[in-house]
């Protein structure tokens, strides 16, 4: 499972890339301190899962999600406790209070059930024949007939 941490602490983003190193199925692939450096990185990057900090400077944690065109599944990890309805209202996987605890986040990563099967790349294609035929050319009374419309329709000018 690839992770990306977004937290404005780099002693929050230390211990959470601590915590994670005890699971071995989990890669950290990127940390942002703030939401406009997430949002690069996540241009590059596609995580399973953001560890996400709801309070940091310019935008929050909620704002960033709303930004985003394509979401991971978001854990928010965070010192405030007033916005866990929130949190679950934006669909996070959990919501975690700071200092977190190993065994919360256990639980937090088990809720993310076995890695979904990934697309296989997509086959490609043989180029197609072009189907066109040659349309037979137009009597001067079709064209004539064509223009007239065309003119009283306001098409030309």
Known sequence: MEVVIVDDSRLARTELRHLLGAFPDVTVVGEA??????RELLATVRPDLLLLDI????????????????TPQVIFTTAYDEYALQAFEVNALD?????????????AL?????????????PQLRPRKPRLRRLPPR?????KCLCATANSAGLCA
């Open 139 to 143: 009597s001067p009374k079709t064209t």
């Open 55 to 70: 309070h940091m400077p310019g935008e929050t944690g909620f704002e960033l999600l709303a930004s985003l065109e394509a």
């Open 110 to 122: 088990a809720k993310r059930g076995p890695e979904p099967p990934r697309c296989p790349t997509r």
């Open 33 to 38: 301190r703030h939401a406009a450096e997430a």
């Open 95 to 107: 919501y975690l209070l700071k200092p977190v605890q190993t065994e919360r986040l256990a639980a």
